[in-house]
């Protein structure tokens, strides 16, 4: 079967366990927003996806803990490009900006709903390895050459 998922590539490399870790750290807020409702929770994985998103990772305070956790617990650098890591961190952003947006709004329904997306997909890529963001950039790229 012929496997045609395309990933971003921009031959830079970064951590994957450290995104796995970072990822794993946007599941645990995520579900604690789901309990509780915390706005405020949201505004934060917002300003944190957006500093990843602008290569400011140096800044983001998830990825400041998650390279506190790897030191202390000596995990292996393992390489890997940073583009697809990059553009989930934008879809990323692009949900917990929506998330915010209901929320505020209070349809509560579906904040809930996206917000299960988000948790669902921070589970895969920390747990499993999984970045569903090179599906996604399949489809628009698909979807983009429809359009032309």
Do not use: H
Request: hydrophobic content about 55%; charged content about 15%; overall charge positive.
């Amino acid at each position: 079967m012929k496997n045609d998922i395309q990933c971003p590539v921009d031959f830079i490399s970064i951590n994957e366990n450290k995104a796995r870790l970072t990822a794993f750290f946007v599941l645990v807020l995520a579900s604690i927003f789901l309990v509780t409702a915390l706005w405020i929770i949201m505004v934060f994985l917002v300003v944190d996806f957006f500093l990843r998103v602008n290569n400011w990772g140096k800044y983001s305070l998830l990825a400041i803990l998650s390279d506190a956790v790897i030191r202390q617990l000596k995990i292996k650098n393992k390489p890997t490009d940073r583009a697809p890591k990059r553009f989930a961190a934008g879809v990323g952003l692009l949900f917990t900006v929506g998330i915010l947006i209901l929320t505020l709004f209070q349809l509560t329904v579906l904040s809930i709903i996206v917000t299960m997306v988000l948790v669902f997909f921070a589970f895969l890529e920390s747990f499993a390895g999984f970045c569903a963001g090179c599906y996604v950039y399949t489809g628009v790229k698909k979807f983009s050459n429809i359009l032309k």
